[in-house]
Structure formats: C-alpha cells, structure tokens
C-alpha cells in the first residue's frame, strides 16, 4: 500500500517535528490535539523550523513553502480517519493513547496503519485493544525530529510483515534510518539511554560529580553532543522517570531502579526546559 497522507494525534514537541518531516519529504499532513493553541503554535513553530534549515542551505524556500503547504490541522480526531497512516504522538500516559484509538478506530478505512511513537508502552498491548493489531507498529521517533537520523519500527507481536515493509518505505522516503526493534520494555534507544541518564543522576546524587563536572565529563570525555544531565532537561524529566518504571517493573531487575533524586525533581515540578526548571535553571 502507497502511503500519501498521514495523520498526526498531538501537537507537542515530537507531533511537530514528525508533521515537519513528512511535510518536507512530499506526505500530506493532518494533525490535531485537543488544545487549538498547540495546534495554533505547531504550525508556526514547523515554520521556525524550516526557516532554519532555509538559512543553513538545508532546503530551499521553496520547499519551505511547500511543506507548510501540505500541513493541515483540525480540532476533531474523527476527521484523521481518512489518512493512509496514523501517527499517535500524544502524552506518554496508556489510558489517553487508549482512548484516542477507541474514539479513532470507527472511522478509519480497514487498511489504515496504525501506530504509535511511544517510547516505551508496550506496542503488543496497545495493539491488542485495536481492530487491526496486524498493522499496528511503534513508531518511534528522536528529538529533534528534523535533526535526528534515527527512526526505531516496533512490531508488536502479531504486526504482519506487509505493515513492517510499508514502514521501512516510509522512513527510506523521510531520507531516516530505521532500526528495527522487537517488543521489549523501552525498546533499543531508551533501554540503552535511559540507564546512562539514570545513572548519572545517581553520580550526582551521591556527590560523585555536580552538574557541570558530570556533564563535561561525558561531552569532552566521549563526545556525546549534549551531557547527560543537560540532555534529560532536554527530554523532560518526567518522560526519562516514566521510562525508568517501565525498565524497573518491565524487566524486574533492581538495576533499573529509578534514582529518589529523578523522583523528587518530577514531584518538585522540575521537569527540565519545558518547566524552565531541572538539572540547570533556564529562567
Ligand atoms: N529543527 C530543525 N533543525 C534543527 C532543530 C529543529 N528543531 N534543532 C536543531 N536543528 C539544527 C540546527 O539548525 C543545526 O543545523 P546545522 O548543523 O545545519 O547548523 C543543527 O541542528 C545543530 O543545532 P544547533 O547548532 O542549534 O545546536 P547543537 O549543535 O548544540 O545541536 C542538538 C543541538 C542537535 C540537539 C545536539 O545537541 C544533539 O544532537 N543532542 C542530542 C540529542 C539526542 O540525544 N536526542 C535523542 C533524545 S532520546 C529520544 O528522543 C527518544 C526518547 O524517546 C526520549
């Protein structure tokens, strides 16, 4: 099945940067949310965006205009129903991905794909509560999405062959890279990640190193573009300690346990850049 069209659930950091992407690479778009105002800022924030990678010489104007050209939104989830792929981007919380599908499903055509860009919930489940747990797959892509060269393709347990081959079509035409990834708590990316991130909020916690030291250590001492600590801000706090439960109660090894310090910046509201608030102060 040729994708064309594709529609977008969630406005957020990632659902922007996934509407820039397939705009840019010819897809038309059709995102909504239940907030107008994301849905108001995404466009102008695509539009940002692009603009940069006009300034950069990545893209010409005219293929800015273009991609804005191809996105569209709308405030009613049902109006997705006549996209060729679904793209689930919406807070990282089971139940509201479970009741965008249940309100979704009846007005989807029965070859739509479905999938979601969880970071980690469980892709066999969520697909298990679907009519077509044949074509749905984890879709999961890297922030920034316009930056990042990664897309990892999840298949749940019963996702069929012609589903997963559809997918590695669509993210060759995207110009990303995609690695396949069996259904296991966190996936590749965040199973590997999400440790490390851990692991130096412990290095903290115990006073191994402070915030600058550990950060530098890992910039200048492996190269990683963005410390570990600057990069949870990044991510949001929330999102890295929700990742770690699902490790920790997923795979049942105390390895995995989440640092009180994580927990307590999350229940202190400190939830990195988007809260201006978490390892470093952005206000
Ligand atoms: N849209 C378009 N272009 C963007 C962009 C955006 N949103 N954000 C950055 N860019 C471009 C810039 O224009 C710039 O382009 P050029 O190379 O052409 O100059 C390039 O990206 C680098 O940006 P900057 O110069 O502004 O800043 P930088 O060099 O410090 O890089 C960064 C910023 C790309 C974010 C880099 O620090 C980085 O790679 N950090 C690590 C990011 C990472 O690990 N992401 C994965 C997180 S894990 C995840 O997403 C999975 C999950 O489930 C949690």
Redesign the pocket.
């Known amino acids: 099945m040729a994708i064309t069209s594709v529609g977008i659930v969630g406005a957020g950091q990632?659902g922007?940067?996934i509407a820039?992407v397939f705009a840019l690479a010819g897809f038309d778009v059709l995102m909504t949310d239940i907030s107008q105002d994301a849905l108001a800022k995404t466009v102008r924030?695509v539009d940002?965006?692009?603009d940069?990678?006009v300034?950069?010489?990545?893209i010409t104007d005219e293929d800015r205009k273009a991609a804005l050209g191809r996105i569209r939104t709308t405030p009613k989830l049902t109006d997705l129903g006549r996209c060729d792929l679904i793209i689930e981007a919406a807070t990282e919380r089971e139940s509201v991905k479970q009741a965008i599908f249940d309100e979704l499903l009846p007005h989807l055509r029965p070859e739509t794909i479905l999938t979601s860009?969880t970071?980690?919930i469980s892709i066999t489940r969520l697909a298990s509560r679907t009519d077509r747990p044949e074509k749905f797959m984890g879709f999961?892509?890297?922030?920034?999405?316009?930056?990042?060269q990664l897309v990892e393709l999840i298949r749940g347990i019963a996702t069929d062959d012609a589903t997963y081959q559809t997918l590695l079509k669509v993210v060759d035409k995207l110009g990303k890279t995609a690695a396949s990834a069996e259904d296991f708590p966190a996936f590749i990316?965040?199973r590997i990640?999400?440790p490390m991130i851990n692991e130096a909020v412990y290095t903290l916690y115990e006073g191994v190193g402070n915030v600058t030291s550990i950060d530098e250590s890992l910039k200048l001492g492996a190269n990683?573009?963005?410390g570990p600590l600057?990069?949870a801000d990044?991510?949001?706090l929330d999102?890295?300690l929700a990742?770690m439960n699902v490790l920790h109660e997923g795979l049942a090894d105390t390895k995995y346990r989440p640092c009180p310090l994580l927990t307590k910046y999350v229940e202190a509201g400190w939830l990195g850049r988007k809260t201006r608030r978490g390892f470093y102060d952005y206000r």
Do not use: A, D, Y
């Open positions: 990632m922007n940067g820039h924030l940002q965006n692009l940069r990678q300034s950069r010489g990545k860009n970071s980690s999961h892509f890297m922030n920034p999405v316009p930056v990042m990316v965040n990640l999400m990683h573009p963005m600057e990069l990044f991510i949001g999102t890295c990742i």
